[in-house]
Structure formats: structure tokens, C-alpha cells
């Protein structure tokens, strides 16, 4: 039957977003992948969680959303791998669509892979741009090459870079909002324990307008705070580069580069970062790139609009004193 | 109780080597350059060499999926302290070719064979950045997967697996019942250097080679790669000298705030 569907010709292309939520609020990142979505065909969203019907409301308004689907479960809470790949399943099974999309991140690239496998399809993973329906570009080395790929599969599986597509209207969408039960959501392979997460008053830092990022240059976790209070300033997000984590100076969800988060601010301030080609990967994008750091040789002058060779400990906050 | 752990390790592109595209547009330049066991792998067989040294395992078996080259970076990882190499023989281009779909179907079919307890593989690969393999091989396994672990704990009995993993905001920890698939983010250890006496060693350790063509499974892209651009090039910039000037830039030039 899937098998079937799946072949099947159509006239009409449908994109499924599964998208990515805390249960209580829609992602910015979801508004990228269904506004990805909507150059690809009519746009379903799925909410898959737990007690999430009002991110499934919210999700209904979103401009260019015809339909969200809403699967419950506890199973569903914490976004377990196995599970989501059950509920996901589900809801292809449900429809008839030609593209499956969600943001690139980490809870996506949980996932998407396995399902893909299930689905026996190679996805494509972190799609910069959409050429047409099967035909779409990504970055590979870092960055430093862009791919641009055709996929042979009937139904094409994909995660988009959230930087490369603008956020969807959080209104102007009505959207009917559908029960979509999972009977066999739960898998049972693994357990969810805990989880760590910092709290920050601060925008989000895939889709800050402002990013002050700091690293090695830092000396340690509680330098990060002249970063901070520049931010705040600037009503921006801090981020870090690898090294800055790496020696603890803050939190891994911070970190910005080819392993960690991607970001492309309208401006990015890169302090006491030298500016290795992973870290660059992750901010190249960036419309005004500001540079700070003691080394006039540093390679993130290289890409930098602005570049101030000069104490990092003197320069910042005479920075937030003057912004 | 034994415990087997297999890790999956690929040759790419040194991490600091300059990638340059192809002039015709085909790929990325692989001629002369130096080619390195992946960061992400390497962290995976450190991984599993401390699970022996704890005795969560009593063996560890490397495998690679590439061409005769690929026997340098198996080497390394037995250097490290794998007990014994699979080469998985294939002259299909590695970071384009060759797509994470077919390598976890290789993959699974060594695990059909070896009956391991875990299979530790890097979280991506810098060359295609995919991030996919170990979450495939999990599903085509209907095992339970640990993807961005920056710890690991086996429970005693060799059952459990204690995952502490990177998420999009913050650490999360999970429980996954063996058998299972971990993957490695860049916290989960630091790597060991080899020493001389180990890399000697390591010559005579055994190694099988398989050629990946025998092994009955389809291995052909479903994604065709039509071509590879270098990124647009940003604007030069310029350099300040102090912070008046570029606060002047920033609100007058870039009219950024």
C-alpha cells in the first residue's frame, strides 16, 4: 500500500514539514522549512509531541499552511529517534506526498536519516536552495563546495539549512487542524533520562538579528559576559566558537561552525575568534561580519567587513559603551 | 560476558587541507591531497578503545569502506588499540559516489556477520557533512540509536547504554537498550596519539579485505551530483583602527544599528 502511493502518478506535489517545537511553541525554525516547503508543493505540517494542540493552533496560522496534522502520544515528548520516526511514518502513510522536509538541526538530523532508511531513500541534508523539485544545492566541506543535486527518489526526504530560507508569516494562515493518531508510536528501544538546557531571555541564536560570538580568546566563561551585555545592547544572541566550548567557557548549544549551529546574522561580531574554516562555516553567511582580535594576522580578518586588531578586553566594552 | 564493538572509520580530506573545486565542476580536487581518518571517526575508535580499557568490551573491530588507500586510516585505529581491520574494498568516490544509504547497507551486512554489542561511528563526515549513516544503520538494524553522544556508559551487565548527547539546547541524557548504535560528537573524548611501539604493532594485526561489489547489495547514488561550485566570495573588508570608527561604520556604512 505505501509502496503503492508512493508510485503513484500525481499531477498535484505535496510537502509534509515535520516540525520542530518544545510542545508549547512552534520553532522559529519550522517557519523556514515550511516556507522551503511551499516552493515544492501544498504544505502539511505535522506536530508530533505530547499535550501540543497549541502548537498545532499555532501552527495552523502560519502563512502558506494548508493543513497541520496533530499526533500525540507520551512516547512523542522528547522527541526520541525511534518514536519520531513511527510518527513520521504515520503520517507519510496518511497522504500523498512528494517532498518531506524538516529544519537542519540537531533534533532533525536525529531522525530524518533514520526514517529515510525506513523509507529506503536518501535524503538530502542542510538544501541552501531549491532549483526545482528534485534538483536542489547543499554545502559539503564545511562549505567550501556547494553541491548542486538531483534526486532520483519518488519521494525526496530533506532537511533545509534555516539561514538560507526567510521565516513564513507566524498569521495570515487557517489551516484545519487534524487528529492523526499513532498507534505504534512508541518503540520501546530507548528511554529518555534527563536533559540540560540553558535558559536565556535572549532571541534565539539560529535567528537573532545580532550575533556577538566569542572564543579562545575569551580566557574564560566569565569574560563571556562583556559579550553578554554587548548583546544586550545590541538586542543580539551570544554565540561561541568550538575552542571557547571546548575549554568550557560555555555551553555546547552555543558553539557556531560545521559541527554546531548555523547562523547568518545582518551582523556578526567575532571576538577573540581566530577564525578556523569550521568556525567560519557556521557565520560566512553573516550580511556584515565585525572582527576583534589581538592578531592582525588572524584569519577571520580574511572574511571580516570590519576588522579591529586591538585588546579584546579594552575594545568590547568600549564597543558596548558607544553602540 | 563478551562484548564486541565494531567502529566505522572513513578516509576524507585532512580537516586543515585546503579544498579546492574541480575547474570542470565534477567534485572537489582529491589529487595530492592529504587524506586523514575523519575527526568524528577518530573519536569513535578512541570511544571503543576505552570501553576495553574498562572492560565494557573485550573486542574491537574496525571497518572502512574505500579504496586501497583506506587501509592507512584502519591502520591508525589499530594503532589506537583496535583489536583487527575490515576493508571494504570500493573505487567509488567517497564523498559523492558512495552515499551513506549504501555504506550503511555495507555496514549492516558486517554486523550480520560480526553480531557486535555496539557500533560506534562518527556523528558526520567532514567531506559530505551528511550526518546520516548511523541513524540509517540503526533502522536497517531496528536498534536503538544514540546520535551526538558526549558520553557513554555501559551498565554493568552490558545491557544498557547511559547517553549524554548534544541537542539544539543543551545535553539531553537517554537510555538505549543493546544492541545499539552510537554516534560521536567532538566532546565525547579526545583521541589518542599512537605511539611508535603501538603503530608497529598494529602492522601485524589482521586485517580482511572484501570487495564491496561481491557483497550483493545495490550501491548505486539515488543522488547524482551535477555539479560543485566554490561559495560566492564575500567582499573584501577593510580594518579599523578604533572602536569610534567602527561603531561610525557600523550605524553610517552598514546601517546595521
Not at chain 2, 539531553?172 to 554516534?183: D, F, H, M, Q, Y
Request: one cysteine or more.
Amino acid at each position: 500500500e505505501t509502496t503503492k502511493k508512493m508510485f503513484a502518478t500525481r499531477f498535484a506535489r505535496a510537502a509534509l514539514v515535520i516540525a520542530e517545537h518544545n510542545n508549547v511553541n512552534l520553532s522559529a525554525s519550522t517557519l523556514s522549512a515550511v516556507s522551503a516547503a511551499s516552493k515544492l508543493g501544498d504544505v502539511t505540517v505535522l506536530i508530533s509531541g505530547n499535550n501540543c494542540g497549541g502548537v498545532a493552533e499555532e501552527a495552523s496560522k502560519v502563512s502558506s499552511v494548508s493543513k497541520v496534522l496533530l499526533s500525540q502520544d507520551s512516547s512523542l515528548e522528547k522527541g526520541l529517534a525511534e518514536n519520531m520516526t513511527n510518527a513520521a511514518l504515520n503520517s507519510i502513510n496518511s497522504g500523498d506526498y512528494t517532498h518531506v522536509i524538516a529544519p537542519s538541526s540537531n533534533f532533525g538530523k536525529n531522525y530524518i536519516p533514520r526514517l529515510a532508511a525506513e523509507l529506503d531513500v536518501a535524503p538530502i541534508t542542510d538544501v541552501t536552495e531549491i532549483v526545482n523539485e528534485s534538483t536542489f544545492v547543499r554545502p559539503m566541506y564545511a562549505g567550501n563546495a556547494l553541491a548542486t543535486v538531483t534526486s532520483s527518489d519518488k519521494l525526496k526526504l530533506m532537511t533545509v539549512r534555516t539561514t538560507a530560507f526567510e521565516k513564513s508569516a507566524t498569521s495570515g494562515g487557517s489551516a484545519s487542524v487534524e487528529d492523526l493518531a499513532v498507534s505504534d508510536a512508541n518503540a520501546s528501544l530507548s528511554t529518555f533520562v534527563s536533559e540540560a538546557l540553558s535558559s536565556s531571555d535572549r532571541p534565539d541564536l539560529t535567528s537573532a538579528r545580532v550575533v556577538v560570538s566569542g572564543g579562545r580568546g575569551m580566557k574564560s566563561g566569565e569574560n563571556f559576559k562583556m559579550l553578554e551585555d554587548l548583546a544586550d545592547k545590541l538586542g543580539g544572541a551570544v554565540g561561541a566558537s568550538r575552542a571557547a566550548v571546548d575549554a568550557g567557557y560555555v555551553p555546547n548549544e552555543l558553539q557556531i561552525g560545521q559541527t554546531g549551529k548555523v547562523v547568518a546574522p545582518e551582523l556578526y561580531i567575532a571576538v577573540g575568534i581566530s577564525g578556523a574554516i569550521q568556525h567560519l562555516s557556521g557565520m560566512k553567511d553573516s550580511k556584515t561580519i565585525v572582527a576583534i582580535n589581538k592578531d592582525p594576522d588572524a584569519p577571520i580578518f580574511q572574511v571580516s567587513d570590519y576588522g579591529l586588531a586591538a585588546d579584546l578586553f579594552d575594545a568590547v566594552p568600549e564597543l558596548s559603551s558607544k553602540v | 560476558q563478551k562484548m564486541k564493538v565494531i567502529v566505522g572509520v572513513k578516509r576524507v580530506i585532512d580537516y586543515a587541507a585546503k579544498v579546492r573545486v574541480a575547474t570542470n565542476k565534477s567534485g572537489v580536487e582529491l589529487n595530492n591531497v592529504k587524506m586523514s581518518l575523519n575527526p568524528f571517526c577518530e573519536i569513535a575508535v578512541e570511544e571503543a578503545i576505552r570501553m576495553k580499557e574498562k572492560k565494557s568490551a573485550s573486542e574491537v573491530v574496525v571497518v572502512s569502506v574505500g579504496p586501497k588507500g583506506a587501509t592507512e586510516q584502519i591502520r591508525q585505529a589499530l594503532a589506537m588499540g583496535a583489536d583487527r581491520g575490515i576493508h571494504i574494498q570500493t573505487d567509488m568516490r567517497l564523498d559523492q559516489e558512495l552515499q551513506p544509504l549504501a555504506v550503511a547497507k555495507l555496514l549492516k551486512s558486517v554486523v550480520d556477520t560480526e553480531a557486535p554489542n555496539v557500533v560506534v561511528l562518527g556523528k558526520q563526515s567532514i567531506d559530505g557533512d551528511c550526518a546520516q549513516t548511523g541513524p540509517m544503520l540503526a533502522s536497517m538494524l531496528k536498534w536503538p540509536q544514540a546520535t551526538f553522544a558526549c558520553k557513554v556508559d555501559v551498565s554493568e551487565d552490558k545491557s544498557k547504554f547511559t547517553v549524554e548527547r548534544e541537542t539544539d539546547s543543551g545535553t539531553e541524557v537517554i537510555e538505549v537498550n543493546a544492541p545499539a548504535i552510537i554516534t560521536a560528537d567532538l566532546r565525547l573524548n579526545e583521541p589518542r596519539y599512537a605511539t611508535l611501539p603501538n603503530i608497529m604493532k598494529a602492522k601485524k594485526k589482521k586485517v580482511e579485505t572484501i570487495d564491496a561489489a561481491s557483497l550483493g547489495i545495490d550501491l548505486a547514488p539515488r543522488i547524482t551530483v551535477v555539479e560543485v561550485n566554490e561559495p560566492p566570495a564575500r567582499k573584501g573588508g577593510i580594518m579599523v583602527e578604533d572602536v569610534d570608527t567602527l561603531v561610525d561604520k557600523l550605524k553610517n556604512t552598514a546601517a546595521v544599528i
